[in-house]
């Protein structure tokens, strides 16, 4: 490694004191490697993160999809990752997120990371079992000193500034109280030269801050230039104070629900952590291991157990009933420092199962380090303590260290030497200098491996149906895909990456952060193919992407998306076709080129291509027994996506008949399906909704809903009725009878399809669709009609087929 220095961001899942992960995983190393001259950085994945300015990216515990978007962007920019961990989230019931368990979360980011780092051997060997062929560096947990959670707290800080860009008042905040402690010591006016040159430095800084510009570009370079200032003001403060003598106070620990016998003839016993979880056998309940052991102890020595932990009823029903007395405090970093201050052994007991064999050694070295004898389950971490703390049989433990407090001293004395050996900050930081050094020197020679040869753009809950169809076809002709999700679509539909997941797609997740227009496309891309571009406001995230690879010089394409599509088939008030255009190359359409509408623009016609449309033809059918009557008889009523559309006529008509027929077939089951993106029933309408006993709204808002898809729903279906929307169009691709509710609107386009103009056409088609008789006819209308709109044949082959005449895949598919 050269000797400049080295930058490295680190991302958490929270800027709180309060995450272990935050203090141990963090900060801790941070603060370590900022001692060893690295420039470090902390940040969540929700804020602005420069990540050019970085040589190496660090995600701690973070699982969210923000972090997974960060990781990717990262790699994009062969920018090394560590992924680091603490805990083993693999065990069944750990946590769950919008895109899957903490587990699978974990695995699909250290696939794509450049190492590992995690606490303890028995979690690296679980790491490696889950994500084979990874690189896995074991760094314990180091000391937390005071130093930590004072420097750590600056950091949070500002980092909390950076995020809700109030830099500046913090700034003069901190000034403010620096000068507080100027005056209360009695040099002001020692300083006040020094002060006069601060506040101008200070002027500029936040002038860069305003800008969010520091000479590397990093918000974090800003702001760490105030705080090298307030550094030697500070030492200059404490100097100061160190020459005034002052009388030394006398500390008398001050403890929460102080005992009613003498403190100094009790011997506390003392227990601190989380109470548990129900996904394994560890926290407060690990007591109950020793419960023997403590009932025994306490008939030989006054002993009281101290319990401080964050669930006061697991106490009260659990460990309050032992024949030891005993008392349950609320847990916080104070009241812990209090309470050691007074114990004569901590006692940290494991059950060693899956979950609990992996934990690192924070807690003994915590309490070692302020003087406390440890009495523990002999765990892997634990080892590099062997001789300083009692391990196996607790009672022995208990009465070496309860008969003799030299015992104590003696091994305690032995304990913080092996701590400076295995965990101080020196230690700390150099193991994991010598992960960076490793993780930085393997990225630097990495040629650039994640660059797929055709990008498929998904951002709206609609975009899938169209998409997958084509993605399975250029995975079949070993094509290498990855396919670019926006997060907002990831957390509207977890049903997306669910589906993606399943066909082992690679999945690039963009940030709402990440800047589009410096998307960092691979190496080997040949093609850029978006579902829904224009230049309209909802398409605005493919259209960017769009523009990018065209400077980049990648071919770009996207689909028509919708029967009635915007730009192409369709236009009103709202979406005049005059104002839509395309900056796609190719735009591949579902029909021939009549099918355009009459008002194209001639450079609109001129890039479109008829291959058909991917989804139709899909057979798919939801399970719906959990919901309806299996044994019901189901008519979809569906809505459209561009619901500005109806009047206020339209409305009513379209409502009216609903309930007219929910009311004249009570043994028809009549489902009522939202668009997901329009959402006029379920979200816009403010009015009484239509309600019957034999009529559902499929809200997609709600969970039960979320996950069908209109395809899958169609199979369920014996008939469809719709606003004018491409619904009709599917449902007619898969047979079955469908009437489009006309009302005051032109459908035209729908034509020879069942139109519902009047009240009276609504009870006319569903009678229509229960006579035997007379639904062949309306299937045979659902028929003529596809074959009107839609070439036949298979759409994604020709769309693939296509791709490759255009030589951009053929180097790459010979």
């Known amino acids: 490694m050269d000797r400049r220095q080295i930058n490295v961001g680190w991302c958490v899942a929270s800027l709180s004191l309060d995450m272990a992960s935050v203090r141990y995983r963090a900060l801790l190393p941070l603060l370590a490697l900022e001692a060893q001259g690295f420039i470090c950085s902390l940040f969540t994945s929700r804020g602005p993160v420069n990540l050019e300015s970085l040589d190496a990216l660090v995600i701690v515990k973070a699982f969210s999809v923000e972090s997974l978007a960060l990781v990717q962007r990262a790699r994009a920019l062969n920018i090394p990752v560590i992924i680091d961990l603490c805990d083993n989230i693999f065990v069944p019931g750990y946590g769950k997120g919008p895109l899957g368990t903490h587990g699978e979360m974990f695995t699909r980011m250290a696939q794509l990371a450049t190492a590992v780092v995690t606490t303890t051997e028995p979690l690296a060997d679980v790491i490696k079992a889950h994500v084979p062929g990874v690189v896995v560096h074991v760094i314990p947990d180091g000391l937390a000193s005071e130093t930590v959670t004072d420097e750590g707290s600056k950091l949070i800080e500002g980092a909390r500034a950076i995020e809700k860009n109030t830099a500046p008042s913090l700034w003069r905040n901190r000034l403010k109280k620096l000068s507080n402690e100027i005056k209360d010591s009695g040099g002001i006016h020692t300083f006040k030269r020094l002060l006069k040159m601060f506040k101008h430095l200070l002027k500029k800084q936040l002038q860069l801050v305003r800008k969010k510009r520091g000479r590397d570009g990093s918000i974090a370079t800003v702001m760490a230039i105030p705080r090298a200032l307030l550094r030697p003001l500070r030492k200059q ?8 003598v002052v009388a030394a106070p006398v500390i008398i620990p001050v403890i929460s629900n102080t005992p009613a016998r003498d403190p100094s003839k009790t011997m506390y016993l003392l227990w601190f952590g989380n109470h548990g979880a129900d996904y394994a056998a560890f926290g407060m309940l690990d007591l109950l291991l020793i419960q023997n052991a403590l009932e025994a102890i306490a008939l030989e020595y006054p002993v009281e157990l101290v319990v401080i932990s964050n669930n006061a009823a697991k106490y009260e029903r659990f460990i309050k009933p032992m024949a030891i007395a005993s008392r349950y405090v609320e847990w916080s970093i104070n009241v812990l420092d209090d309470w050691m201050a007074v114990s004569r052994v901590v006692l940290i007991p494991n059950s060693c199962d899956p979950f609990s064999v992996c934990k690192s050694a924070n807690r003994t070295v915590h ?5 406390i004898p440890v009495v523990a389950t002999a765990t892997p971490a634990l080892s590099p303590l062997a001789g300083s703390i009692m391990t196996g049989d607790f009672l022995q433990g208990l009465r070496r260290y309860l008969s003799s407090t030299e015992n104590g001293r003696q091994d305690v004395a032995l304990a913080r030497t092996l701590i400076e050996q295995h965990f101080s900050s020196a230690v700390i930081g150099s193991l994991w200098r010598d992960a960076l050094q490793s993780v930085i020197a393997q990225s630097s020679g990495a040629a650039d491996v994640h660059g797929a040869e055709v990008l498929v753009v998904l951002h709206l809950v609609q975009d899938l149906d169209l998409a997958l169809p084509i993605i399975l076809e250029l995975k ?50 040949r093609a850029l193919l978006t579902v829904s571009e224009t230049n309209l406001s909802p398409h605005q995230f493919s259209r960017t992407l769009t523009e990018a690879a065209k400077v980049a010089g990648i071919m770009t394409a996207t689909l028509q998306h919708g029967l009635e599509n915007v730009g192409l088939t369709y236009s009103d008030k709202i979406h005049s076709i005059d104002r839509v255009n395309f900056a796609a190359d190719r735009i591949y359409l579902w029909g021939g080129l009549d099918t355009l509408h009459a008002d194209v623009s001639a450079a609109t016609r001129a890039k479109c291509v008829a291959i058909g449309c991917s989804k139709v033809g899909r057979d798919e059918s939801a399970n719906l027994d959990a919901l309806i009557a299996p044994e019901a008889c189901v008519v979809g009523v569906f809505e459209n996506l561009h619901w500005h559309r109806y009047s206020e006529a339209y409305r009513q008509f379209f409502l009216e008949g609903v309930t007219s027929l929910a009311d004249q077939f009570p043994s028809v089951t009549f489902l009522i399906k939202p668009h997901h993106a329009g959402l006029w029933l379920t979200s816009r309408y403010k009015g009484d909704k239509p309600v019957a006993s034999n009529l559902i709204i499929a809200d997609p808002k709600q969970a039960e809903w979320e996950r069908y898809t209109a395809g899958g729903l169609l199979g369920r279906m014996k008939a469809v009725i719709t606003s004018p929307s491409t619904v009709a169009l599917d449902a007619a691709a898969r047979g079955l009878p469908v009437a489009v509710v006309k009302g005051d609107l032109d459908t035209d386009t729908y034509a020879p399809l069942y139109t519902i103009e009047q009240m009276a056409n609504w009870s006319a088609f569903i009678e229509c669709v229960l006579d035997e008789s007379q639904a062949p006819e309306l299937k045979h209308l659902s028929e003529r009609f596809v074959n009107r709109m839609v070439l036949e044949g298979d759409a994604a082959a020709r769309l693939v087929d296509d791709l490759l005449s255009t030589s951009m895949l053929n180097d790459v598919s010979a």
């Open 367 to 371: 309490a070692l380090i302020q003087g």
């Open 476 to 525: 079949q002709r070993e094509i290498a895909v990855q396919v670019v999700c926006s997060h907002a679509l990831l957390k509207a539909s977890p049903r997306v990456m669910k589906t993606l997941s399943l066909h082992q797609s690679n999945v690039r997740v963009v940030s709402a952060t990440e800047p589009l227009v410096s998307f960092r496309f691979g190496s080997r891309t």
């Open 237 to 244: 403060v404490v100097s100061f104070k160190k020459a005034t």
